[in-house]
Nanobody
Framework: QVQVVESGGGLVQPGGSLRLSCAAS????????MSWYRRAPGKERDLIAAITNTGDSTNYADSVKGRFTISRDNAKNTVYLQMNSLKPEDTAGYYC????????WGQGTQVTVSS
């Protein structure tokens, strides 16, 4: 059973930081690229960061470039999203996506940036 489970979301003030984790199971994690998406209320779910299976290459949406960092630890079957300099517009549900043959979504974790 493929499972992708996000954690680490919460309420932070503007300028603050959070690190999200995505724990994967049910597939050979190191074979597949992983991504983070987010969906703000009333908006489409947008790709914000992606990482290759080995972690040797990453890609970011312009809106988060320079502030967010995606990484992975294949020994722990976990992908991370370090979020710094958070802004209110970063408020969204954050979703992990596994690029397996069929693809698989996590359930999401909420990030709220507000003072």
């Amino acid at each position: 059973q493929v499972q992708v489970v996000e954690s680490g979301g919460g309420l932070v003030q503007p300028g603050g930081s959070l690190r999200l984790s995505c724990a994967a199971s049910g597939f050979t994690f190191s074979y597949y690229a992983m991504s983070w998406y987010r969906r703000a209320p009333g908006k489409e779910r947008d790709l914000i960061a992606a990482i290759t299976n080995t972690g040797d290459s990453t890609n970011y949406a312009d809106s988060v470039k320079g502030r967010f960092t995606i990484s992975r630890d294949n020994a722990k079957n976990t992908v991370y999203l370090q979020m710094n300099s958070l802004k209110p517009e970063d408020t969204a549900g954050y979703y992990c996506y596994a690029h397996t043959v069929l693809g698989h979504w996590g359930q999401g974790t909420q990030v709220t940036v507000s003072s």
